[in-house]
């Protein structure tokens, strides 16, 4: 895992970026390159996985072709690759996916991009054109954003680093997004003239400075062509193989082990490779409420797991949550958790560890899946109904904005939103909607709600969180039931094989609960969560007093609608995330505006292009 920088320029030499506002995401090493006509450039910083050895150091340049790469993820099938490569390489200079990657295009070309498995952000220069190929995967795990402007083309794994040559301007539409869902929202983000690579994408910038974006995922249409047989017994082979592949690493890897079902399937079959060897970590605090470590604890005797219970205090846990502010490289009002787990993770001398992340959006585990289908039904009547029902206010507002005869995919989508059209409208900003991610033709009502869930909540929201904090701690996170082929397969199920378990998350308790304890198999689902209500009224009552305060400051929301906002929260009548997305916010441009527009850029660093 390591960030990324590229700086592109027609007709003059491009401008560097500043590798060490990545430090964080690789403190083992760092590296630049320019091209002999000056026209690009790649900067990198490295956390090294695979290959520890200078070997593997970036940018890597492959010597037959010439070509350039820079690199931040991991390629788990990159062995597969190399003897598919066979003979028409060179000597191998080193073991990593990096020198694997840039063989692979030098043979390949684009269609590399198919046969890659992983999560990966990388730019690759093609010498033989003189341009910039830039990509991402293909559920956006690994995250890739761009700015053109007066001074070039510029593109970073961070958004901060863009902000030395491009001036951070508030965008009304980016932060009515920000604001309907808690983060975010790809590609258009929350500052003009900045863009996230959109997740199965890749952009190439010609030597004129013409930039072309192309797909290469999803398919038009997945479905039909998933193999025969008990399903509940295919995904498990399926999950089996994407555990084993997601261990590949020269470092130990470890298992975030909250005592879940997710996290409890990944421990049990990365225990299978490293019997008696395999490290768990599981993190709670003095809040009895909102303890996991029993259940944590029984899947680790079971599988005789390294294990750490890690328990915080109170008080570390809020300096955690106040210093994981100041780290954000975009806001986000759900981030601080992962921040709290990563750091107290890395600290025990981690590098790489595993999540159950996507586990909910594939299987179901979300209340949407039970709730989208009533909604169908209620989009269909007339709004003045809800409030003649006797609902509750907060309650009708939201039902009143429910996209009259809305598909399933936008009602899934809909159902995630913080921001009622009219608290928008009250603070003077539009109320469009975002729109859904175009899926691949899905039949039956499940998948369209899963393809809701990984491409909207999980992707701009927990995966973006998950990188932002966990490479603020640098610590590698790798999500197995993100495997790309086992979410083709689930995907493209029929609807009665999803529906057939009653259970949440059936067929995934079909494929694996042999291997969880009973007292796991039969738990309320509850994840590592905080008492973020209580401490926005008690301990971090200063923190929110501050967040709201540079929110009417610095952007065109009013006094008067966050003291309204306010008094909801503090009536019980709001919950505490739509007040919390506010601070964060607040927090997140004191710091932005705060920073020196456009410094001079620093030199280039030699030429060895």
């Given at each position: ?64 072709t010439g070509n350039v790469v820079v690199f931040n993820g991991e390629i788990y099938n990159h062995l597969e690759l190399r ?209 996991e470590s029993p259940y944590a604890r029984a899947v680790a005797e079971r599988y005789e797991t390294r294990h750490r219970a ?161 490479m603020a701690a640098s610590l590698e996170l790798r999500v197995p039931f993100l495997d790309h082929e086992l979410v083709e ?121």
């Amino acid at each position: 895992m390591c960030g990324i920088l590229i700086s592109a320029r027609s007709g003059a030499p491009a401008l560097p970026l500043d590798p060490r506002q990545l430090a964080h995401r690789g403190p083992d090493g760092s590296g630049e390159w320019q091209s002999t006509d000056g026209g690009c450039w790649l900067g990198h910083t490295r956390l090294a996985i695979l290959d520890l050895s200078a070997n593997g150091a970036q940018p890597m340049v492959d010597r037959g072709t010439g070509n350039v790469v820079v690199f931040n993820g991991e390629i788990y099938n990159h062995l597969e690759l190399r003897r598919a490569l066979g003979q028409t390489r060179h000597e191998w200079r080193s073991t990593n996916d990096t020198e694997t990657l840039l063989a692979a295009y030098g043979q390949w070309g684009l269609r590399t991009l198919q046969r890659l498995k992983g999560m990966f952000a990388f730019a690759i220069y093609d010498a033989a054109q003189r341009a910039m190929l830039l990509v991402r995967d293909r559920l956006g795990i690994k995250p890739l954003y761009y700015a053109q402007t007066k001074h070039g083309f510029f593109a970073s794994s961070e958004v901060r680093p863009l902000f030395d040559v491009l001036r951070p301007v508030l965008s009304p539409e980016g932060l009515s997004a920000y604001l309907q869902w808690g983060a975010c929202q790809d590609p258009n983000l929350l500052f003009s003239g900045v863009s996230a690579l959109p997740a199965g994408h890749w952009l190439r910038v010609d030597a004129g400075g013409s930039i072309t974006v192309g797909r290469y995922w999803p398919p038009e249409n997945l479905n039909g062509h998933y193999p025969a047989g008990e399903p509940a017994v295919e995904t498990r082979r399926r999950l089996e193989k994407a555990v084993q592949e997601h261990l590949l690493a020269d470092v130990p890897v470890a298992v975030l082990l909250s005592g879940g079902t997710d996290s409890s399937v990944i421990t049990a079959l990365a225990a299978r490779k490293y019997p008696g060897q395999l490290h768990t970590f599981s993190v709670g605090f003095d809040e009895e409420a909102f303890d996991e470590s029993p259940y944590a604890r029984a899947v680790a005797e079971r599988y005789e797991t390294r294990h750490r219970a890690i328990r915080l205090t109170e008080s570390e846990v809020l300096a955690s949550v106040v210093e994981g502010l100041g780290r954000m490289d975009l806001p986000s009002s759900d981030a601080l958790n992962t921040y709290v787990v990563c750091t107290a993770i890395a600290a025990q001398g981690i590098k790489v560890a595993l999540s159950g992340l996507g586990g909910d959006e594939l299987f179901g585990g979300y209340p949407s899946f039970r709730d989208v289908a009533w909604l169908r039904r209620l989009a269909c009547l007339p709004r003045t109904l809800f409030s003649a029902a006797g609902l509750v206010s907060s309650l009708a507002r939201r039902l009143a904005d429910m996209p009259p005869g809305a598909d399933t995919l936008t009602l899934a989508a809909w159902r995630r939103r913080y921001w009622t059209d009219a608290m928008l409208a009250s603070a003077g900003l539009s109320c469009a909607r975002q729109t859904c991610v175009s899926p691949p033709h899905l039949a039956g009502g499940f998948a369209p709600i899963s393809w809701a869930e990984l491409t909207g909540y999980m992707r701009n929201t927990l995966l973006r969180d998950s990188d932002q904090m966990s490479m603020a701690a640098s610590l590698e996170l790798r999500v197995p039931f993100l495997d790309h082929e086992l979410v083709e397969y689930v995907l493209q199920l029929p609807e009665a094989e999803m529906r057939r378990w009653p259970r949440t998350k059936g067929l995934l308790l079909a494929a694996c609960a042999p291997l969880l304890p009973e007292n796991v198999y039969n738990r309320r689902k509850m994840g590592f969560c905080l008492p973020m209500d209580a401490w926005t009224r008690g301990p971090l009552r200063s923190v929110v007093e501050e967040g709201l305060a540079q929110v009417t400051a610095l952007t065109p929301i009013s006094q008067e609608v966050v003291k309204n906002m306010r008094a909801l929260f503090d009536t019980g009548a709001l919950h505490w995330t739509r007040l919390w997305s506010l601070v964060v916010l607040g927090h997140y441009l004191r710091k932005t505006f705060c920073r020196q527009s456009a410094p001079i850029p620093r030199p280039a660093s030699p030429s060895i292009g």
